[in-house]
């Protein structure tokens, strides 16, 4: 059941490469992950010890996973400028505060991070960061702008399931996005909802 696996690990520690060792002996183990909302410094991703740990994936051939919110994202624009080597998957749409109707400067950082072309993004995690009343319609034009700057070629569904059924049922996030996408073409469905995670973190035979 389980074609893949992002695991999480500490990679601002000193040693960071025990554990990426150790991970990296898993097949299953594709990318890495380390979350930034939660920590208390917003410029965590731009710190020297975090961005050589992020350099030292490709030694492992492993991607990068950025949970960063909207205010962290400055941080996670000169993160990526520093490692060019490594493939980057941006999290939960780069967490826009969209109860509070805040479009920028989310917009522009995620355009900025979209001119990157070994950044992708996943289109999930914006219900829990919609007013708690939400409707598709609140949700359309962040997505409509992660399409319009990334493409479909970049763009990753995910569930976020089961931390989006604090809002949403699963069906009702899934509705609200296809209806924002209801003009994309079979192909750039397919895309989003399956091809490029199968690209991204090199699955295969899924």
């Known amino acids: 059941m389980i ?63 950025l949970c960063a919110k909207h205010d962290q994202l400055p941080a996670a624009v000169e993160l990526v400028k520093k490692t060019p080597e490594i493939q980057h998957a941006v999290n939960h749409c780069g967490g826009p505060n969209i109860k509070d109707g805040v479009f920028e400067p989310w917009a ?28 598709a319609e609140e949700l359309r034009p962040y997505i409509h702008h992660l399409v319009e700057i990334f493409g479909f070629e970049r763009l990753m569904f995910g569930s976020d399931w089961p931390v989006c059924t604090l809002a949403a049922k699963y069906r009702e996030w899934l509705e609200a996005l296809l209806s924002a996408i209801d003009d994309a073409s079979d192909a750039e469905k397919n895309r989003l909802f399956y091809q490029n995670a199968l690209d991204f973190y090199k699955i295969k035979n899924a």
Not at 20 to 43: K, P, S, Y
Not at 46 to 55: I, Q, Y
Request: charged share 20%.
């Open 3 to 65: 074609g893949a696996i992002v695991a999480a690990a500490p990679l601002e520690k000193p040693n960071v490469e025990v554990i990426l060792e150790q991970l990296a002996a898993f097949d299953l183990v594709v990318g890495i992950r380390r979350m930034a909302w939660h920590h208390t410094d917003n410029q965590f991703y731009a710190t020297p010890e975090l961005m050589n740990g992020v350099k030292l994936l490709a030694k492992y051939n492993l991607s990068f996973d």
């Open 108 to 135: 522009t950082n995620m355009r900025e991070l979209a001119t990157f072309e070994n950044v992708y993004c996943k289109v999930s995690g914006i219900v829990t960061t919609a007013s708690e009343n939400w409707t």
